[in-house]
Protein backbone atom coordinates (compact mmCIF):
# COMPACT_ATOMS: atom_id res chain seq x y z
CA UNK A 1 0.00 0.00 0.00
CA UNK A 2 1.32 3.61 -1.00
CA UNK A 3 2.25 6.09 1.47
CA UNK A 4 0.93 9.87 1.07
CA UNK A 5 0.63 12.93 2.55
CA UNK A 6 -2.41 14.06 4.17
CA UNK A 7 -2.85 17.72 5.24
CA UNK A 8 -5.44 19.10 7.27
CA UNK A 9 -6.16 22.89 7.59
CA UNK A 10 -8.80 25.05 9.24
CA UNK A 11 -9.01 27.91 12.13
CA UNK A 12 -7.86 27.42 15.84
CA UNK A 13 -10.34 24.85 17.85
CA UNK A 14 -11.65 23.12 15.06
CA UNK A 15 -10.50 19.87 15.85
CA UNK A 16 -7.19 19.15 13.49
CA UNK A 17 -4.95 18.01 16.18
CA UNK A 18 -7.51 16.02 17.58
CA UNK A 19 -8.32 14.14 14.65
CA UNK A 20 -5.04 14.50 13.00
CA UNK A 21 -3.55 12.30 15.52
CA UNK A 22 -6.29 9.49 15.21
CA UNK A 23 -5.41 9.07 11.62
CA UNK A 24 -1.92 9.17 11.71
CA UNK A 25 -2.51 6.02 14.78
CA UNK A 26 -4.83 4.55 12.79
CA UNK A 27 -2.43 4.36 9.67
CA UNK A 28 0.74 3.93 11.67
CA UNK A 29 1.75 7.20 10.18
CA UNK A 30 3.92 10.37 11.50
CA UNK A 31 1.80 13.28 12.83
CA UNK A 32 3.40 16.62 12.76
CA UNK A 33 1.66 19.84 14.40
CA UNK A 34 3.19 22.38 12.93
CA UNK A 35 0.48 25.11 14.96
CA UNK A 36 3.32 23.32 18.19
CA UNK A 37 6.00 24.25 15.99
CA UNK A 38 4.93 28.08 16.18
CA UNK A 39 4.05 27.92 19.86
CA UNK A 40 7.40 26.91 20.76
CA UNK A 41 9.20 29.82 19.24
CA UNK A 42 6.37 31.95 20.59
CA UNK A 43 7.12 30.80 23.99
CA UNK A 44 11.16 31.10 23.51
CA UNK A 45 10.13 34.74 22.57
CA UNK A 46 8.34 35.33 25.37
CA UNK A 47 9.92 33.41 27.73
CA UNK A 48 13.40 35.22 26.98
CA UNK A 49 12.32 39.13 26.80
CA UNK A 50 12.45 39.05 22.93
CA UNK A 51 10.13 41.54 21.16
CA UNK A 52 7.52 39.49 19.36
CA UNK A 53 7.14 42.28 16.73
CA UNK A 54 10.86 42.88 15.35
CA UNK A 55 11.35 40.81 13.00
CA UNK A 56 14.42 41.16 12.16
CA UNK A 57 15.96 40.55 15.89
CA UNK A 58 13.64 37.67 15.65
CA UNK A 59 15.56 36.14 12.16
CA UNK A 60 18.50 36.20 13.91
CA UNK A 61 17.43 33.71 16.47
CA UNK A 62 15.90 31.27 14.67
CA UNK A 63 18.84 28.76 13.44
CA UNK A 64 19.37 28.61 17.49
CA UNK A 65 15.73 27.52 18.27
CA UNK A 66 15.87 23.59 18.28
CA UNK A 67 12.58 21.81 17.87
CA UNK A 68 11.59 18.09 18.22
CA UNK A 69 8.91 15.65 18.40
CA UNK A 70 9.16 12.91 20.49
CA UNK A 71 6.68 10.43 21.24
CA UNK A 72 6.23 9.14 25.33
CA UNK A 73 3.66 7.38 26.47
CA UNK A 74 1.12 9.72 27.13
CA UNK A 75 1.04 10.84 23.68
CA UNK A 76 3.49 13.41 21.47
CA UNK A 77 5.35 15.71 23.43
CA UNK A 78 7.23 18.67 22.01
CA UNK A 79 10.95 19.75 23.03
CA UNK A 80 12.76 23.36 22.73
CA UNK A 81 16.50 22.87 22.98
CA UNK A 82 16.00 19.68 24.47
CA UNK A 83 13.55 20.94 26.97
CA UNK A 84 10.33 19.60 27.18
CA UNK A 85 7.78 22.61 26.59
CA UNK A 86 4.39 20.64 26.17
CA UNK A 87 2.11 22.16 28.76
CA UNK A 88 4.12 25.56 28.61
CA UNK A 89 3.17 26.66 25.12
CA UNK A 90 -0.87 26.20 25.61
CA UNK A 91 -1.12 28.99 28.16
CA UNK A 92 -3.15 31.64 27.46
CA UNK A 93 -0.32 34.49 26.99
CA UNK A 94 1.50 31.71 24.21
CA UNK A 95 -2.32 31.31 22.09
CA UNK A 96 -2.81 35.50 22.36
CA UNK A 97 0.65 36.22 20.79
CA UNK A 98 1.36 33.12 18.13
CA UNK A 99 -0.80 34.80 15.26
CA UNK A 100 1.76 38.05 15.87
CA UNK A 101 4.94 35.54 15.61
CA UNK A 102 3.23 33.32 13.13
CA UNK A 103 2.97 36.31 10.67
CA UNK A 104 6.49 37.16 10.32
CA UNK A 105 7.96 36.24 6.65
CA UNK A 106 11.20 35.06 8.37
CA UNK A 107 9.43 32.99 10.77
CA UNK A 108 6.92 30.94 8.47
CA UNK A 109 10.03 30.77 5.89
CA UNK A 110 11.89 28.68 8.52
CA UNK A 111 9.32 26.70 9.68
CA UNK A 112 7.62 25.90 6.51
CA UNK A 113 11.35 24.49 5.48
CA UNK A 114 11.73 22.29 8.35
CA UNK A 115 7.51 20.81 7.80
CA UNK A 116 8.58 20.13 4.27
CA UNK A 117 12.05 18.14 5.61
CA UNK A 118 9.22 15.48 7.56
CA UNK A 119 7.36 15.17 4.40
CA UNK A 120 10.07 13.91 2.03
CA UNK A 121 9.23 10.20 2.45
CA UNK A 122 5.07 10.56 2.53
CA UNK A 123 3.30 8.47 5.33
CA UNK A 124 2.33 11.89 7.37
CA UNK A 125 -0.29 13.70 8.68
CA UNK A 126 0.10 17.28 9.10
CA UNK A 127 -2.32 19.96 10.31
CA UNK A 128 -1.91 23.66 10.34
CA UNK A 129 -3.49 26.87 8.21
CA UNK A 130 -1.42 26.40 5.26
CA UNK A 131 -0.23 22.75 5.00
CA UNK A 132 -2.43 22.09 1.86
CA UNK A 133 -1.82 25.66 0.27
CA UNK A 134 2.05 26.14 0.85
CA UNK A 135 3.65 23.11 2.83
CA UNK A 136 2.04 20.49 0.57
CA UNK A 137 0.48 22.01 -1.87
CA UNK A 138 0.89 18.22 -3.59
CA UNK A 139 -0.88 16.70 -0.69
CA UNK A 140 -2.58 13.39 -1.45
CA UNK A 141 -5.64 14.27 0.20
CA UNK A 142 -5.98 17.55 2.00
CA UNK A 143 -8.75 18.53 4.59
CA UNK A 144 -9.95 22.30 5.65
CA UNK A 145 -11.91 21.45 9.24
CA UNK A 146 -14.43 24.45 10.24
CA UNK A 147 -16.65 24.70 13.25
CA UNK A 148 -18.44 27.65 14.43
CA UNK A 149 -17.14 29.79 17.28
CA UNK A 150 -19.30 28.95 20.11
CA UNK A 151 -18.35 25.22 19.71
CA UNK A 152 -14.71 26.15 19.48
CA UNK A 153 -14.48 28.34 22.51
CA UNK A 154 -16.44 25.57 24.58
CA UNK A 155 -13.83 22.66 23.08
CA UNK A 156 -11.02 25.26 24.35
CA UNK A 157 -13.02 26.18 27.22
CA UNK A 158 -12.89 22.65 28.19
CA UNK A 159 -9.50 21.97 27.81
CA UNK A 160 -8.25 24.19 29.80
CA UNK A 161 -9.98 23.41 32.36
CA UNK A 162 -8.81 20.24 32.18
CA UNK A 163 -5.09 21.79 32.24
CA UNK A 164 -6.05 23.39 35.27
CA UNK A 165 -6.63 26.94 33.98
CA UNK A 166 -9.44 28.54 34.50
CA UNK A 167 -10.62 30.89 31.99
CA UNK A 168 -13.79 33.28 30.61
CA UNK A 169 -15.84 31.29 27.89
CA UNK A 170 -16.74 34.74 26.26
CA UNK A 171 -13.20 35.88 26.33
CA UNK A 172 -12.26 32.91 24.39
CA UNK A 173 -14.91 33.50 21.65
CA UNK A 174 -13.63 36.94 21.42
CA UNK A 175 -10.05 35.30 21.02
CA UNK A 176 -11.08 33.49 18.24
CA UNK A 177 -12.44 35.84 16.67
CA UNK A 178 -9.41 37.95 17.10
CA UNK A 179 -6.82 35.39 15.82
CA UNK A 180 -9.45 33.91 13.18
CA UNK A 181 -8.93 37.64 11.47
CA UNK A 182 -5.46 37.64 12.03
CA UNK A 183 -4.82 34.06 10.80
CA UNK A 184 -6.88 35.34 7.43
CA UNK A 185 -5.56 38.56 6.93
CA UNK A 186 -2.00 38.12 7.21
CA UNK A 187 0.29 38.65 4.23
CA UNK A 188 2.46 35.40 4.39
CA UNK A 189 0.68 32.40 4.04
CA UNK A 190 -2.84 33.32 5.01
CA UNK A 191 -5.67 31.24 6.35
CA UNK A 192 -7.26 30.23 3.30
CA UNK A 193 -9.01 26.29 1.94
CA UNK A 194 -7.26 24.69 -0.75
CA UNK A 195 -9.05 24.55 -3.92
CA UNK A 196 -8.92 20.77 -3.71
CA UNK A 197 -9.52 20.25 0.19
CA UNK A 198 -12.33 18.39 1.44
CA UNK A 199 -13.85 20.49 3.80
CA UNK A 200 -15.30 19.32 6.97
CA UNK A 201 -17.74 20.91 9.31
CA UNK A 202 -16.88 19.62 12.71
CA UNK A 203 -19.46 21.61 15.10
CA UNK A 204 -22.66 18.66 14.73
CA UNK A 205 -20.31 15.63 14.59
CA UNK A 206 -17.76 13.67 17.39
CA UNK A 207 -14.05 13.69 16.20
CA UNK A 208 -14.06 9.38 15.81
CA UNK A 209 -17.35 10.80 13.33
CA UNK A 210 -15.05 13.06 11.72
CA UNK A 211 -12.11 10.44 11.41
CA UNK A 212 -14.60 7.95 10.04
CA UNK A 213 -15.48 10.82 7.02
CA UNK A 214 -11.37 11.16 6.61
CA UNK A 215 -10.98 7.38 6.56
CA UNK A 216 -13.69 7.35 3.52
CA UNK A 217 -11.85 9.56 1.39
CA UNK A 218 -8.09 8.54 2.48
CA UNK A 219 -8.72 4.94 1.48
CA UNK A 220 -10.35 6.09 -1.99
CA UNK A 221 -6.88 6.92 -2.50
CA UNK A 222 -4.66 4.72 -1.20
Known amino acids: MKKIAIAIDGPAAAGK????????????YKYIDTGAMYRA????LLDNDIDI???????????NIQIQFKQEENGQHIFLNGKDITDDIRTDEVTNNVSTVSSHAAVRKEMVRRQQEFVEERGIVMDG????????????????????????AERR???NEKRGYKTDI?????EIRERDLQDMQREVSPLV??????????TSYT???VADRMYDQINKVI
Open 129 to 152: RDIGTHVIPDAEVKFYLVASVDER
Open 17 to 28: STVAKIVAHKMK
Open 207 to 209: IQQ
Open 53 to 63: YNEDEISTLLS
Open 41 to 44: VTFH
Open 157 to 159: FIE
Open 193 to 202: KADDAIEIDT
Open 170 to 174: NQIKK
